[in-house]
Nanobody, 126 residues
Framework: QVQLVESGGGLVQTGGSLRLSCAAS????????MGWFRQAPGKEREFLAA????????NYADSVKGRFTVSRDNAKNTVWLQMNSLKPDDTAVYYC???????????????????WGQGTQVTVSS
């Protein structure tokens, strides 16, 4: 059974940094792509970043490109999201996601695909 547990959220000032972690359990972690999303109150869930199964390919939303970095360690069954230069607009609940097809992260029709964690709150104060 696949489970995802996010951690590392919290309160940070504008311009600060946070590193989110997502610990995955279940079989074949190294066979699946991983992604990060966020959802702010009253808004749809937004794709942020994805990484393919071997970590050699990544994809970012324009809103976070150059500020956020996704990485993974298949030996630790963990994926991270390093967030720098945080802004108040980054305030949201952040979710990690696990799915089979890496390219599906590019298609909004598949936004809800795969397994999800419970989320971790990130709040950026101005």
């Amino acid at each position: 059974q696949v489970q995802l547990v996010e951690s590392g959220g919290g309160l940070v000032q504008t311009g600060g940094s946070l590193r989110l972690s997502c610990a995955a359990s279940g079989p074949a972690f190294s066979s699946d792509a991983m992604g990060w999303f966020r959802q702010a109150p009253g808004k749809e869930r937004e794709f942020l970043a994805a990484i393919n199964r071997n970590g050699l390919s990544t994809n970012y939303a324009d809103s976070v490109k150059g500020r956020f970095t996704v990485s993974r360690d298949n030996a630790k069954n963990t994926v991270w999201l390093q967030m720098n230069s945080l802004k108040p607009d980054d305030t949201a609940v952040y979710y990690c996601n696990r799915r089979t097809i890496y390219d599906s992260y590019d298609d909004p029709r598949y936004r809800g695909l795969g397994y999800w964690g419970q989320g971790t709150q990130v709040t950026v104060s101005s």
